[in-house]
């Protein structure tokens, strides 16, 4: 176990908080979720340590954590970078040592193989963000490779070994019972984001945003769409992956990896922001846009139509041309480009991180008051 690389200042006066250790990685959107939860829940009276897997956090990275928590990088991979379930062996029994450290009241967990073998006696919630399986069956359209099947069994055994289990969406919920069956205490808390003040005048440009490697972003019908868009089309994010992954990006305008302040400035001045995902559990990135007042072009898949039916275009994912098509109808008429973005801001604002932090807030308590355990010891 690495050390604590930081703490927030508390005040000693007053009652103490309720702890919460909560995993995370500095990869992908779990950092953002996580922060802008554990903010939001400290005004509700708990504290974080977090533990963090995979990758190291970047210096912005970790100066924001330790505003927020102490932050503690874990020398144990992410499950879907682990090389074979061996790589995992160590993970319970890191996280049972630090909840036991820290004297943890709760345990919040990002990724549910993780909670798969832990023995603790207080709650344990797991949040599905994504995962190989439902991966596999969004982007190839088929099972998980039989030399992956251990992440399968994993993710099953964490959802056993849970007092409660979350999903980000209605859509990714069904995804998790249709590969994985039936489970116990499932329900769906949305994800939430801050809007962007948007004052500024939009600029005749497509933003998008993501993890350009991930086949499941889908960044290559993007690219091949921005050859035949009549704005530019900015593309923000990695394109090369922890395990070799590489896009290459030849039409669109590729920044790279920005900070998060730096994408949602772009955000703020993009008068169009797409997403070509094949796969989403929730999409952070569109519901930034949309509070940032940005019209909305995104893959017709079932989750955006679950959250963005109505008040965005949608294009068929594999399409280059048809989302080529949609970013030019939206270019080429100001009303209904207005008109989509003036929709998203509106309905942008059911899924705020008050809201968020207010659900999982009151499953929190009832975790804590129940003094479930489920049978891990």
Not at 51 to 62: D, N
Not at 101 to 129: M, T, W
Not at 187 to 200: C, F, K, L, W
Request: proline content about 6%.
């Amino acid at each position: 176990m690495a050390e604590a690389i930081g703490a927030a200042n508390g005040n000693s006066t007053g009652p103490q908080p309720r702890r919460v250790l909560m995993s995370l990685d500095a990869v992908g959107g779990v950092w953002r979720y996580a922060m802008d939860l554990a903010s939001a829940l400290r005004e509700q009276g708990f504290s974080f340590v977090f533990a963090g897997f995979g990758p190291g956090p970047s210096v912005a990275q970790v100066e924001e954590a330790q505003r927020l928590g102490t932050l503690v990088w874990l020398e144990a991979p992410l499950d879907w970078t682990a090389q074979n379930e061996a790589a995992l062996d160590g993970v319970p029994g890191l996280i049972a040592a630090l909840a036991e450290e820290h004297q943890v009241d709760l345990v919040h967990l990002n990724l549910p193989s993780q909670a798969y073998g832990l023995k603790l006696d207080v709650p344990v919630l797991v949040v599905s963000h994504s995962c190989v399986v439902t991966w596999f069956a969004a982007v190839r359209n088929g099972p998980v490779p039989l030399d992956w099947h251990w992440q399968q069994r994993l993710n099953r055994g964490g959802f056993d070994h849970a007092d409660a289990v979350v999903a980000p969406s209605e859509t990714h919920a069904d995804m998790l019972r249709r590969s994985y069956g039936p489970i116990k205490g499932l329900q769906v808390i949305y994800n939430g984001a801050h809007p962007t003040p948007s004052e500024i005048d939009k600029a005749e440009l497509v933003f998008a945003a993501g993890r350009w490697w991930d086949d499941g972003k889908n960044g290559r019908v993007l690219d091949e769409a921005a050859e035949h868009t009549v704005w530019p089309v900015v593309m923000a994010g990695a394109n090369s992956g922890p395990n070799g992954q590489f896009l290459a990006i030849e039409h669109a305008d590729h920044r790279g990896e920005l900070t998060h302040g730096g994408v949602k400035a772009l955000m703020a001045e993009a008068a169009i922001v797409a997403s070509p995902s094949l796969y989403e559990p929730f999409g952070l990135a569109p519901l930034e846009a949309a509070g940032a007042r940005a019209a909305l072009v995104l893959a017709d898949i079932p989750t955006y139509r679950e959250l963005w039916d109505g008040v965005a275009l949608f294009a068929g994912p594999h399409d280059p041309k048809a989302f080529a098509d949609r970013i030019n109808q939206l270019a080429g008429d100001p009303a209904l480009r207005a008109d989509l973005a003036a929709k998203g801001q509106e309905r942008a604002q059911r899924f705020s991180v008050a809201a968020q932090a207010g659900a999982m807030g009151e499953l929190y308590r009832q975790l804590l008051s129940a003094g479930a355990v489920a049978g891990r010891a």
